[in-house]
Nanobody, 123 residues
Framework: QFQLVESGGGLVQPGGSLRLSCVTSKLILDYYNIGWFRQAAGGEREAVSCISSSGGKTNYADSVKGRFTISRDNAKNTVYLQMHSLKPEDTAIYYC????????????????WGQGTQVTVSS
C-alpha cells in the first residue's frame, strides 16, 4: 500500500533514451507529490523532477530541463520519467519518492522511497 517500485534503468549510450517507471498505489498517487531523485556514486542525492498530487504541476532540475519529462498514468498508478539525450553525467541510481503535498516541488518531507534503479550512460 505504501510501496514505490522503480524499473526501467539500464545501460545506454550517450544521446540515447530511457523511460523509468515508478509503480505505486492509488492512495499514494492521489495524496502525495511524486518526485524523481538521483544519486551518483560518491555524490549526494539530488532532485530531478516532481509532479504534483493533482498532476497539474511539474518541475525539473536545470540540468535535465528540455531532456526529461515527468508524467503520470492514474489508471496504472504509475509515474514515468522519460529521459532523452542522455549524458554520462546522468549516470546514477534513480529513486522515486512520495513527498509532502504541503510543500511544492517535492522539497518537503519524503514519506516513502523506492529501492532505486541504476541508469548508466556510457559508450
Amino acid at each position: 500500500q505504501f510501496q514505490l517500485v522503480e524499473s526501467g534503468g539500464g545501460l545506454v549510450q550517450p544521446g540515447g533514451s530511457l523511460r523509468l517507471s515508478c509503480v505505486t498505489s492509488k492512495l499514494i498517487l492521489d495524496y502525495y507529490n511524486i518526485g524523481w531523485f538521483r544519486q551518483a556514486a560518491g555524490g549526494e542525492r539530488e532532485a530531478v523532477s516532481c509532479i504534483s498530487s493533482s498532476g497539474g504541476k511539474t518541475n525539473y532540475a536545470d540540468s535535465v530541463k528540455g531532456r526529461f519529462t515527468i508524467s503520470r498514468d492514474n489508471a496504472k498508478n504509475t509515474v514515468y520519467l522519460q529521459m532523452h539525450s542522455l549524458k554520462p553525467e546522468d549516470t546514477a541510481i534513480y529513486y522515486c519518492a512520495a513527498a509532502s503535498p504541503r510543500v511544492p516541488d517535492c522539497s518537503g518531507y519524503k514519506f516513502h522511497w523506492g529501492q532505486g534503479t541504476q541508469v548508466t550512460v556510457s559508450s
